[in-house]
């Protein structure tokens, strides 16, 4: 990075998320829209660490509404079994 330039906000939330997640990976991210016009950010992270990241879903949705005002629904991905 150079040192004169000023990072978007959306560099900014996106960094919060990885930080936020760590050690776990973000495999994919979705943006729905509702009926009403609100938006929701769908995360989806890595099923190798269901076991240890499951219970702590509602807590990294509480903490990045708190820090960037946005809503975040965070998942883990359908495996096909075909």
Known sequence: MSC????????VHDAIL???????EIVGKRIRYRLDGSKVLKVFLDP????????KLETF??????????DVVFEFPVQDSA
């Open 48 to 55: 190798k660490d269901r076991n240890t990241t499951e219970y």
């Open 4 to 11: 004169c330039r000023a990072a978007s906000p959306a560099q």
């Open 61 to 70: 949705a509480g903490v990045y509404k708190k820090l960037t005002g946005k």
């Open 18 to 24: 990885d930080d936020l997640v760590y050690p776990t």
